[in-house]
């Protein structure tokens, strides 16, 4: 035994998986570091304060590599007291970066759910009556109600997909993935008692659970200038 | 009617086995003929629970490829005439199992007894699926953490559309929920989910909540279904899952922190 041991007396250090509450902070794929930090600019004069000390993971969606300036974008937060703690990347070279810069790395959601649009706008085939499914849909599941709407009377399991080219209608509580306007048809809606949900989209255009608005009760979900608007209630 | 009874999960080790045993015996015990069939295809520990791994000569295997008849591999338990086992086999060959051979196995068994309890592996591949294919009802056990939850909730599914009362498009499996090492301490730290939490995700029937306790570990190391031990929380609980299961009401059990505990660990007795 080293002389100086007998000084410390040991701890053990406990070690626990987490979910804390974190924002997702994304700089879109046409912006280049000056337009991003114009955008930070902009996000502080308005939410400045409650921004301070936040931890962020920073995510450049629809790009195949990160963007060289990413260690400029770090600093550039920091000064503005948010706190980067993480990067969404695929690739082992993008990982890299992130660690050399002391973050970790996170994974990009399956960008698998991005369906292509079609170029026109598919019409509802109103003539199809809606599929009515009484029971639990439960993990693993997949429904797909084709040319019309989705009537489900219970809850969608974590775990569970359902589909329909129209509008899909969640009597108990979504919480696994629910893709309405499968053939690109975006007037098509989603309502839920409750949104726990993993991902919901309409058209094509989705979100996933992270992005999710605090109001989550009896909610709908449309398609508004080609971005996803969740509105709800709190009150359960 | 026989009534066939898988007992299943998804998630290994929640205590598929372990509620076989204890469920076989006591509808035995309750004046039933019980037998109880190991489906976990070259694992086989029903018989090591059940205290007769010395006595299979012959096991399901055998009586499904012609090598034995099936009272030469039926083993009668040593402390109740009404229960039988049908030991798994050793080998490792799980395709072993044919759909024609369980279906014969199982109307020769309905001939005589009134419960078949199948005591299923875990996972969802063919073993789990051929437990289940021919049940009537099903108890699925789940530990309350959230990924044995999700694998109910997968298995629960499948009872529905993969099973042969699905594909004839008969009155469904009847599920029966069964929450196992259930611990109120660890629910009230929010370790583990509650009963309310699991009951709503699986929107299932709860049959019976059986806690945490040694008294299973001791049992099965002695060969005794814990049912047997009337002293254990477990051995209780699982007799009240048998009353339910044979149409009686009783409310749940050791399912909040008792004040003696409280009481004890306070002042540290
Ligand atoms: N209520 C309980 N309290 C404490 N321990 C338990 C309880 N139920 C089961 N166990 C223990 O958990 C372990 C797994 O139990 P068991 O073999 O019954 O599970 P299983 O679902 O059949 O597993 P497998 O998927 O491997 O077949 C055993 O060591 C058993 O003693
Ligand atoms: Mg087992």
């Given at each position: 035994?080293?002389?100086d041991?007998?000084?410390?007396a040991p701890?053990?250090?406990n070690?626990k998986g ?15 570091l000056?337009s991003?930090?114009?955008?930070l ?9 409650a921004?301070?000390?936040t931890?962020?993971?920073l995510a450049f969606?629809?790009?195949?590599h990160?963007?060289?300036w990413?260690?400029?974008w770090?600093?550039?937060l920091?000064a503005?007291d948010?706190?980067p703690?993480?990067?969404?990347c ?7 970066l992130t660690h050399s ?13 991005r ?7 598919a019409?509802m085939a ?10 639990q ?5 997949q ?5 019309g709407d989705?009537?489900?009377?219970a809850?969608?399991?974590?775990g569970?997909e ?20 499968v ?5 098509a809606?989603i309502?839920?008692r409750?949104l ?6 309409i058209a ?10 605090e109001?989550?009760?009896q909610v709908?979900?449309s ?14 | 009617?026989?009534r066939i ?7 290994g080790g ?6 076989s045993?204890a469920?076989?015996?006591g509808?035995a015990?309750?004046?039933h ?8 295809i070259g ?7 059940m ?8 096991d399901?295997?055998?009586v499904?490829?012609g090598?034995a ?5 039926l083993?009668?338990d040593k402390r109740?005439?009404?229960l039988?086992i049908?030991p ?7 395709e072993?199992?044919t759909r024609?051979g ?9 001939k005589?007894?009134?419960?078949i309890i199948c005591?299923?592996?875990a ?7 051929m ?5 009537d009802?099903?108890i699925?056990v789940t530990?309350?953490?959230v990924?044995?939850v999700?694998?109910?909730d997968r ?6 559309s993969?099973s042969?009362r ?5 009155p469904?499996i009847q599920?029966?929920?069964?929450i196992?090492r ?5 629910v009230g ?9 699991v009951e ?6 709860l ?5 945490e306790?040694?008294a299973?570990?001791r ?6 279904p814990?049912i047997?031990d009337?002293?254990?929380?477990a051995?209780?609980?699982?007799a009240?899952?048998?009353a ?7 409310p749940?059990?050791f399912t909040?922190?008792?004040?003696k505990?409280?009481l004890?660990?306070?002042f540290g007795g």
């Amino acid at each position: 035994m080293r002389p100086d041991a007998k000084a410390v007396a040991p701890v053990s250090l406990n070690l626990k998986g987490s979910m804390t509450a974190h924002a997702l902070l994304q700089v879109p794929a046409e912006a280049d570091l000056q337009s991003a930090c114009q955008a930070l600019t902009t996000l502080l004069a308005e939410d400045g304060p409650a921004l301070q000390h936040t931890p962020c993971i920073l995510a450049f969606p629809e790009r195949d590599h990160l963007p060289d300036w990413l260690g400029d974008w770090v600093e550039q937060l920091r000064a503005a007291d948010l706190v980067p703690f993480a990067v969404q990347c695929g690739t082992e070279e993008d990982q890299q970066l992130t660690h050399s810069l002391g973050l970790a790395d996170m994974p990009v959601p399956e960008p698998s759910f991005r369906r292509p649009r079609p170029a026109h706008q598919a019409r509802m085939a109103a003539q199809v009556p809606p599929m009515v499914v009484r029971q639990q849909v439960r993990s693993g599941q997949q429904i797909y109600a084709q040319g019309g709407d989705l009537v489900i009377m219970a809850s969608v399991s974590a775990g569970a997909e359902v589909m329909a080219d129209g509008h899909i209608h969640i009597h108990g509580d979504l919480r696994g993935r629910a893709l309405a306007g499968v053939k690109g048809h975006q007037e098509a809606r989603i309502y839920c008692r409750r949104l726990d949900g993993e991902l919901v989209a309409i058209a094509g255009v989705y979100m996933m659970q992270e992005q999710f608005p605090e109001q989550r009760d009896q909610v709908e979900v449309s398609l508004e200038n080609d971005q996803l608007a969740i509105t709800g209630s709190t009150a359960r | 009617m026989t009534r066939i009874i898988v007992v299943t999960s998804g998630k290994g080790g929640v205590g598929k086995t372990t509620t076989s045993a204890a469920i076989s015996m006591g509808l035995a015990k309750a004046g039933h003929k019980t037998v109880v069939i190991d489906f976990d295809i070259g694992l086989r520990n029903l018989d090591i629970v059940m205290d007769c791994e010395r006595r299979v000569v012959f096991d399901f295997v055998n009586v499904i490829q012609g090598d034995a008849r099936l009272n030469q591999a039926l083993i009668r338990d040593k402390r109740c005439d009404n229960l039988s086992i049908l030991p798994a086999s050793q080998t490792r060959d799980k395709e072993a199992l044919t759909r024609e051979g369980v279906a014969a196995v199982l109307e020769e068994l309905s001939k005589d007894h009134e419960y078949i309890i199948c005591d299923s592996p875990a996972g969802i591949e063919g073993g789990a699926m051929m437990a289940m294919y021919f049940a009537d009802e099903a108890i699925v056990v789940t530990n309350p953490e959230v990924s044995s939850v999700r694998d109910s909730d997968r298995i629960i599914g499948l009872l529905q559309s993969k099973s042969r009362r699905a594909e004839n498009n008969e009155p469904p499996i009847q599920e029966h929920l069964l929450i196992s090492r259930y611990d109120p301490e660890r629910v009230g730290r929010g370790d583990m989910l509650s009963i309310e939490d699991v009951e709503e995700i699986l929107a299932s029937p709860l049959i019976g909540v059986i806690p945490e306790s040694e008294a299973v570990l001791r049992s099965s190391n002695q060969g005794v279904p814990v049912i047997l031990d009337e002293d254990s929380h477990a051995g209780q609980a699982y007799a009240d899952v048998v009353a339910r299961l044979r149409g009686e009401d009783r409310p749940m059990r050791f399912t909040e922190l008792e004040r003696k505990n409280i009481l004890r660990r306070m002042f540290g007795g």
